[in-house]
Structure formats: C-alpha cells, structure tokens
C-alpha cells in the first residue's frame, strides 16, 4: 500500500490541551494534506504543504513535513471540543501524481 | 457553489439489486473521484475521472462496480449486482488539480446491502 499512516489511531486528551499526531508515507510526494472528518460528514481539507516547505500555519494548526523522514505531523494547539473528530494525511500518489492517497486516520476525542 | 452534491444520502438495498449513486462536483473542477470508506479499508480510492475521460480505476473492487462521468457536471457509480460486503459509505469528491490541490468532498452516500 502507498497510503500515508497515522499515528496513534486513537487520541483522548483534555479541552486547552495541544494534540499531535503523526503521518508516516513511503513514496516521494510533491505535497502532503490533511483532513478532518466529523462523525457521519465528509472530508474537510485542513491544510496542504508543499515538499519545499518545513512547517506551515494555519489558525490553531501547525503541520511539519520532514522529507527525508518521509513524515509529517499535525498540532492542534489548545484544544476545544469541537476539534473532536478523525483526522487523515493524503497524498498524492501514481505517476501524474493523480490520484490521492489517505491514511486510515486518527481519532481524536477532546473532553470539555 | 453548494459543494460536492452526492445523492442519495442513504440507500438500504437487498443483496443481487442494482444501486446507482450519484455526484455533482464543483462547476469548474476537472478532477473527479470516487472513495469508499469502511470501518476496516480505511477510505479507498476507487477511482478518478480528469475532464470526464478515467484515468485510474484500479481500485475498483470486482467488474460489479462501474462508473461514468458523461459530462463535467455528473457522475455515476453503479454496482450490479450488490453484495451485504458492498455496504460502505461511498464518497465523490472534486478538485482543481487532482493531488496536488484541496479536494473537496460531499456528504457521502451511506450503502447498505442487505
């Protein structure tokens, strides 16, 4: 499989709290994305960073992307209850680069 | 732009029946895929569509399952005949530049073959 995994599946931390979590891939990519799924929804995109970049900001969330690690990892910082939902790293994955890859997810639960 | 439409959002139908879902992508998007989402597979991509034309469908479980895209505005997946192992959610999503741009995704059609 060439689809990015997360880590750890499964995340329980308290509301203020920062939470991590990890995407590990195994082909070269041009970028990597991630997503958040809300119970029952489909996928919102979060944030895209490219192969040239290192971290990247957006609102309460920082992603890194270390291509030589072949990983990337997402923190929500201060968390709310709201941000109770699973979330995956895709990428980009075939020779055009066409198709988009998902990891199985991680799911993260944010007690108020 | 009211987003990915898909339809229906439900479909509960009985093993050996044909099911047809159906996807609206964003006016102006030229990518066009395909997911199907299960508690054990994860969201597999069964496949993409650029400018109408399919480009991937290795991801297509078995011959049962096929698609169309007739035109840049609609798409359709069909399975014939379905099986209980079909029941998943089913998930279209579109965008710009396939996997190198955000994709976006509608609501989803939740399968289930009884």
């Known amino acids: 499989s060439q689809q990015g995994e997360e880590d750890p599946q499964a995340l329980s931390i308290q509301e203020g709290e920062n939470a991590t979590m990890n995407c590990s891939y195994k082909?070269?990519?041009?970028?990597l994305q991630w997503y958040r799924q809300n119970s029952g929804r489909g996928l919102v995109h979060l944030i895209l960073?490219?192969?040239?970049?290192r971290e990247k900001h957006s609102g309460r969330l920082r992603v890194t992307l270390d291509t030589s690690k072949k990983s990337s990892s997402l923190l929500i910082t201060a968390s709310r209850a709201a941000d109770t939902a699973s979330y995956f790293c895709a990428t980009p994955y075939g020779g055009s680069q066409g198709n988009l890859i998902f990891g199985k997810g991680t799911k993260l639960s944010v007690k108020p | 732009d009211a987003g990915v439409i898909q339809s229906p959002r439900h479909e509960v139908t009985e093993m050996g029946q044909e099911v047809t879902l159906r996807c609206k992508p964003i006016s102006g998007h030229d990518y066009l895929f395909w997911y199907r989402q299960t508690m054990m597979r994860g969201l597999e991509l069964l496949i993409y569509?650029?400018?109408?034309?399919?480009?991937?469908d290795s991801g297509m479980p078995e011959d049962r399952f096929s698609a169309k895209m007739p035109n840049a505005s609609f798409s359709t997946l069909k399975i014939q005949p379905s099986e209980p192992r079909d029941s998943a959610v089913y998930f279209c999503?579109?965008?710009?530049?396939?996997?190198?741009?955000?994709?976006?995704f509608g609501q989803g059609t939740r399968l289930t073959v009884v």
């Open positions: 960073i490219r192969s040239n970049e």
């Open positions: 999503a579109s965008s710009l530049g396939a996997g190198n741009t955000e994709a976006f």
């Open positions: 082909t070269s990519i041009n970028n």
């Open positions: 569509f650029n400018n109408n034309v399919p480009i991937d």
